[in-house]
């Protein structure tokens, strides 16, 4: 038997076009990639969960010369989250990025293990997370949840 998975997403021209609360999310994503630690790879990363008590939580990437060592933005995000604030959910969580290592008008993309982390936090939460995706060119991908980026992940909770 043959089957297919299909998904919608919003496509922006520029993350102004959002809502007034996603360009606030937006802001503060930017925010936290500023303060990422990338000297190797000179491609900074910032997140932002917007949790369901109007808080914000920011993430950035760290990297280590001792490579694989560092951590994405995603998973500093979520991971605080998660440690400290375990009762909380995660509404939204947007991604920003800027460097060479891919060009400006290329999809950014949470990298596999990231997205894998996003679900398991959705999976916990037993709620979508929201995840907003801003190309270095500005152009603005929004899901409804996480498991559009990865629909047969490990631990998939149906």
């Keep these: 038997m043959k089957e297919s998975f299909t998904f919608n997403y919003q496509l922006f021209s520029n993350w102004t076009d959002l809502p007034e609360q996603e360009q606030r999310l937006v802001d503060k994503a930017y925010e936290a990639m500023e ?3 990338a000297p190797y790879s000179e491609f900074k990363v910032g997140a ?3 949790m369901d008590d109007g808080s914000f939580i920011l993430g950035n990437n760290q990297e ?3 490579f694989p060592s560092g951590i994405c933005a995603e998973r500093v995000a979520l991971f605080y989250a998660g440690a400290n604030f375990p009762n909380k959910k995660v509404l939204t969580l947007c991604i ?9 008008s290329q999809l950014l993309s949470p990298c596999g293990g990231c997205r894998q982390v996003m679900l398991e936090s959705e999976n916990r939460q037993k709620q979508p997370i929201r995840v ?3 190309n270095q060119d500005g152009r603005t991908m929004v899901l409804d949840s996480v498991i559009q ?4 992940g490990f631990g998939r909770i149906d």
């Design 35 to 37: 303060n990422a630690y």
């Design 48 to 50: 932002c969960a917007l």
């Design 64 to 66: 280590n010369a001792a």
């Design 96 to 104: 920003v990025a800027k460097g060479d290592l891919m060009p400006a």
């Design 132 to 134: 907003i995706l801003v």
């Design 149 to 152: 980026l990865l629909p047969f």
